[in-house]
């Protein structure tokens, strides 16, 4: 009965901003990490951010630092990435993903969302 639910992609200019969604229902959230990934066409799905739930420790692929920001909803079981200051490379499908354990890794996830779009246009 775990879901991950998506929402908030869509078609931006290059440096404009989104904010992208993950509603996880079906499992208590100590000592997890909800992680975002993104893949691209002919690329490789790539690890962009990580949280830890209990704590709000994030940690962020060395090429979206100082441009995107993972955050938890305070009583709601619902993660965010804010992405700002979008470049055109940054296009790609992103998925959310729920680890069962701590610490943030770039593997090992247990549960995926479906994946929204992001697009971004020069």
């Known amino acids: 009965q775990v879901r991950l639910k998506q929402s908030g992609g869509g078609k931006v200019q290059a440096g404009g901003s989104l904010r992208l969604s993950c509603e996880v229902t079906?499992?208590?959230?100590?000592?997890?990490?909800v992680g975002w990934f993104r893949q691209a066409p002919e690329k490789e799905r790539e690890f962009v951010a990580g949280?830890?739930?209990?704590?709000?420790?994030?940690e962020y692929a060395d090429s979206v630092k100082g441009r995107f920001t993972a955050t938890r909803g305070n009583d709601v079981y619902t993660a965010y990435l804010q992405v700002d200051s979008l470049k055109v490379e940054d296009t790609g499908i992103y998925f959310c993903?729920?680890?069962?354990?701590?610490?943030?890794?770039?593997?090992?996830?247990?549960?995926w969302g479906p994946g929204t779009q992001v697009t971004v246009s020069s």
């Open positions: 079906g499992i208590p959230f100590n000592n997890k990490v």
């Open positions: 949280i830890i739930w209990e704590t709000h420790h994030a």
């Open positions: 993903a729920v680890r069962l354990s701590t610490p943030i890794t770039q593997r090992g996830y247990d549960y």
